[in-house]
């Protein structure tokens, strides 16, 4: 069975802290994606990686950074937490190649992240 | 305009009842097109792709049309277990694994 996990489901820091969430995936995928879910907005896509140390951004990149050190691990990390940050943060990853119009991505559980 | 628009709903339906949701989006180049379903507190998960000759899962239908701009899925025979939202993803270029995301459609099924 195919696995995305992130380090923590829920999550308090407070402003200007910085903040790590975690992803892992076990299917060998060279994609990983990082997204935030907002009520109203729907998901968007904050980072993305192609492969190990490689990443491109995404459409809300400020205030974020990313870390591909290996293949099978994706962190995402706030420098300095500011409370417009507190949503629903999403690691996503996709094989790459074949058919890949139409490979499926698959999400791990959430972290939702609150900023006092 | 937004990329990609869904009626947020709810759309309340009875079970056995049949129901259809529509997905607008604005790059006419987009190639591919997906239905995500998200239950309360959970995370998206695949639920069909949508190819241009439409496609059926079941109880579940996807239709493409690309001169209108839209992609549909219609769900027969509701069930109480089809309680969730229903999002709408394109991928907006070939090559690009930047997909767009639709806000998302909720169904509730009472029974």
């Known amino acids: 069975d195919v696995k995305v996990t992130q380090s923590s489901r829920y999550l308090v820091k407070r402003t200007g802290e910085k903040v790590f969430l975690e992803c892992v995936q076990d299917m060998d995928h060279e994609n990983m994606f990082w997204y935030r879910q907002d009520p109203g907005l729907g998901l968007r896509l904050i980072y993305f990686s192609y492969d190990v140390k490689m990443k491109e951004k995404g459409d809300i990149p400020e205030g974020y950074s990313v870390s591909r050190e290996k293949k099978e691990r994706f962190s995402l990390i706030l420098e300095s937490a500011s409370t417009n940050q507190t949503s629903m943060y999403l690691c996503?990853?996709?094989?790459?190649?074949?058919?890949?119009?139409?490979?499926?991505?698959?999400f791990g559980p959430g972290t939702r992240l609150t900023v006092l | 305009r937004k990329e990609v628009e869904q009626d947020p709903g709810p759309f309340n339906v009875p079970e056995g009842a049949t129901v259809a949701f529509n997905c607008t989006y604005s790059n006419s180049a987009s190639q591919s097109f997906f239905w995500y379903r998200q239950d309360c507190r959970k995370e998206p998960k695949l639920l069909m792709s949508v190819y241009s000759s439409g496609n059926e899962d079941g109880r579940f239908t996807a239709q493409l049309n690309r001169a209108s701009q839209y992609i549909s899925l219609l769900i027969r025979d509701s069930k109480l277990s089809d309680s969730a939202t229903y999002l709408c993803?394109?991928?907006?270029?070939?090559?690009?694994?930047?997909?767009?995301f639709g806000t998302g459609t909720r169904l509730k099924v009472l029974a």
């Open positions: 996503a990853s996709i094989q790459r190649g074949g058919t890949s119009s139409y490979n499926e991505q698959f």
């Open positions: 993803v394109v991928n907006p270029a070939s090559g690009t694994y930047k997909y767009i």
